[in-house]
């Protein structure tokens, strides 16, 4: 070891032992404290304020900091060291940092700075401080043990040289089945999306692997910490694409010491909302249909269903109809209780269009009725003569349940259905859509209406509806909302989402290179930012690809450039690793050399492998052979819930999200991927799942997407030994 390594090493030992010492000692003195279960409420706060320590100070206490920055703040002396880590701790006596949590003002400069000799500053509560850096350093320390001591800028020497080894050690690491946090090597453009601020709509365009969920994770953490009196962790929801991806990200807010986020699918929360008043189509149905092969996919235009109602044009359609609606919405004629008593329909549309006209359709609906009610009991008790009065009161009622009738109460269903049955039959002028909604699509609509069945796109004029019926409970409404792969989101979808979340405080994030659900996701992103004021509307792009070695994401830019016409292609952090495999093979030997090339990779460290077919019926016959082959295997569907690691088998389209050591692609031939969009796509998000090794075979003809002339990033020989 050199000396001033030597030296640096032994200096981080001790000031490790110090700061063990110091955590190991409040703690002991935390856990001496008798845990109080009383009912004081003073007593009750302070024990929760104990708990939160002991919780931090015991997950401190293994990996207490991972990185040193030396800063001398302008008319300071000298540097100070500043250790960062995960949470913050005080030194008990004297309130001393010893450890500053990375999310405070301070630790964004360990995040910012980049080197050079010139000045650095960070934004504190007291406005801009100004300094100079003198050494960053990152520390690995597990198990309270120091690992490692990387220097990756040092003012004496003024390099910045080991800046990338240290993130290359850490992105060469083979994952296990679940997303881990960054907190260590997170890079200045991450960090600037992680500290903006909370009311905007934050868009980021990033490309496959450059850190766009766990960028947002760490907003989540960095929001709460930051605007900790205003945001609470139960108000902030992320959505993502299905159960098993919100599974597979679940690992990384405990590991910042954040819980109690909600998380979800804009399904499941949107038919929560609707309080499964609807059933949804089998989601595999509908994917298979969207990703078969060949002639046998639909064309996608604006007249697609998803793309259709999914619009801010329907739902602007859909909001003028409801206005006409709501003016029809009151009976038609004057209540007549009994022969001689009137209540015109005049009072009854004063009552319902303005005494309660700041209440949601069903709620005026419902106190004009208690209002009809009231008045007819106090009719009921104006007559004197008991008998006639039963007789009356008989009679009023059944009086008043036939004109009810024609005041029928509606739900979200029965609205939504009406607006189609209407649209079906050009007679029913007065409720009839401006923009008549195009006839297959109605068609199709009202077949599923017959099962109570409703498509994904449905969802959201289902809730625009529901939002007029029933107005939204201010319980439901969210601090803060991400939305993860929002390139699969339609514009009417986010719109609805931010009527349900305050002051525009989003986090929408994905890339519109993998947007393979285009029959119902956007195809800009200004299809959504339009729908934010521009004051309070960021947008940010990422370039930089963390997950994948250079040769894969080169190889991968290729698929995706031979099928799309973009400029968002992915800027690899300079990693290398093997070339990525394409191997042809025949009828026969097509399996042994799947079997062959799955024990070729787990002979190496890989420990997540995927096998990708092109649909799901695919990869269950993929599933079968290799469970017959002995291999345990998992097969993921559209309905998994849980990720498991291991050997995934899967259909490209539901990789989208996941990432694995080694990736190995089955059948690229041109019957799977041909030449366009959709299929560049699918194997862009395909070869980008990988970490370290891409594989791909085929038989006959190879997809026209795929090149394998540039001997630097690709091989058509199965490797000799
Ligand atoms: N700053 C970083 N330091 C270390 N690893 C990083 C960094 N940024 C991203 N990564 C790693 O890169 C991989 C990709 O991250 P993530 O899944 O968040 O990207 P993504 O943009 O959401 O990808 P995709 O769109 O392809 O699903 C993860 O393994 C993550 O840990």
């Not at 960070?122 to 050494?135: A, C």
């Not at 997950?547 to 973009?566: D, P, Y």
């Not at 998992?634 to 849980?642: D, F, G, H, S, V």
């Amino acid at each position: 070891m050199e000396e001033k390594t030597q030296s640096a090493y032994q200096e981080e030992l001790n000031r490790l032992e110090q700061t063990n010492k110091g955590i190991d000692e409040q703690l002991a003195r935390l856990r001496s404290i008798p845990v109080y279960f009383g009912t004081d409420a003073n007593e009750q706060v302070l024990e929760s304020q104990r708990e939160h320590m002991r919780r931090n100070l015991s997950k401190a206490v293994i990996e207490p900091y991972f990185g040193r920055l030396d800063f001398q703040e302008s008319g300071i002396q000298q540097p100070i060291p500043l250790y960062i880590g995960k949470t913050g701790v005080h030194e008990e006596n004297t309130g001393d940092l010893l450890v500053i949590d990375w999310r405070a003002p301070v630790a964004s400069l360990f995040y910012s700075f980049t080197g050079g000799l010139s000045g650095a500053s960070y934004d504190s509560p007291d406005g801009l401080i100004e300094g100079l850096v003198y050494l960053k350093r990152n520390l690995v320390i597990r198990e309270k043990i120091l690992q490692r001591v990387v220097d990756t800028y040092d003012r004496e020497n003024s390099t910045l040289a080991a800046h990338d080894e240290f993130l290359l050690y850490r992105l060469g690491e083979n994952k296990d089945n679940k997303l881990r946090d960054i907190v260590s090597t997170i890079q200045a453009e991450q960090d600037r999306i992680i500290r903006s601020a909370r009311n905007t709509a934050l868009m980021i365009q990033g490309v496959a692997g450059s850190g766009k969920t766990t960028v947002a994770l760490h907003r989540l953490a960095f929001l709460l910490y930051q605007y900790r009196d205003q945001i609470h962790a139960e108000k902030m929801v992320i959505l993502a694409p299905n159960r098993m991806f919100l599974d597979y990200i679940s690992g990384v807010l405990p590991e910042l010491g954040v819980g109690n986020i909600q998380q979800s699918t804009f399904t499941d929360w949107a038919l929560d909302l609707l309080e499964q008043d609807v059933k949804l189509v089998d989601a595999s149905k509908s994917l298979t249909t969207w990703f078969a092969t060949g002639p046998k996919r639909p064309v996608i235009d604006e007249f697609t269903p998803g793309r259709y109602k999914g619009s801010i044009a329907f739902m602007q359609d859909l909001d003028e109809w409801l206005v006409r609606f709501e003016a029809s919405y009151i009976p038609t004629s004057d209540f007549q209780p009994w022969e001689g008593l009137l209540l015109p329909l005049q009072t009854i549309r004063a009552w319902f269009f303005v005494e309660n006209k700041h209440y949601s359709l069903a709620k005026r609906r419902e106190r004009v009725v208690a209002r009809i009610k009231r008045w007819l009991e106090m009719e009921l008790e104006r007559v004197w003569e008991t008998s006639r009065r039963k007789e009356l009161k008989k009679s009023s009622a059944q009086r008043l349940r036939t004109f009810l009738k024609s005041w029928p109460e509606y739900t979200s269903f029965s609205l939504y259905q009406m607006l189609y049955q209407t649209a079906a039959k050009p007679g029913t002028l007065s409720l009839q859509l401006l923009r008549p909604i195009p006839e297959p699509i109605v068609e199709a609509t009202i077949k599923l209406f017959k099962r109570k069945e409703v498509q994904l796109e449905d969802l959201a004029p289902l809730l625009f509806i529901h939002i007029r019926l029933h107005g939204i409970r201010s319980a439901a409404i969210f601090d803060h909302v991400v939305i993860d792969e929002a390139q699969d989101f339609s514009p009417f979808q986010v719109a609805i989402l931010n009527q349900y979340t305050r002051n525009n405080s989003f986090t929408i994030l994905g890339d519109l290179s993998q947007g393979i659900h285009a029959y119902q996701g956007i195809w800009s992103w200004d299809e959504l930012l339009t729908l934010f004021p521009d004051e309070q509307t960021g947008y940010f792009e990422l370039e930089r690809s963390y997950r994948s070695t250079f040769e894969i994401i080169q190889f991968a830019n290729g698929v995706l450039s031979r099928g799309v016409s973009t400029d968002l292609l992915a800027v690899p952090v300079f990693r290398s690793g093997d070339k990525v495999r394409v191997l042809q093979t025949t009828e026969t030997d097509r399996l042994p050399l799947l079997v062959k090339t799955l024990n070729r990779i787990r002979e190496g460290s890989s420990s997540t492998i995927a096998i990708i077919g092109r649909t799901e019926k695919h990869a269950e016959e993929l599933d079968q052979a290799l469970q017959q082959a002995g291999f345990a295997c998992n097969l993921i569907t559209a309905k998994q819930r849980e990720y498991k690691g291991g050997i995934s088998v899967l259909p490209v389209y539901l990789a989208k999200g996941l990432e694995f050591d080694a990736v190995i692609l089955m059948d690229v031939d041109t019957d799977h991927y041909s030449r366009d969009m959709l299929d560049a796509k699918l194997l862009y998000v395909g070869c980008t799942r990988s970490l370290h090794e891409l594989w791909l075979i085929y038989q006959n003809e190879l997809s026209p997407l795929i090149d394998t002339q540039d001997p630097e990033i690709v091989t058509t020989q199965f490797p000799l030994s």
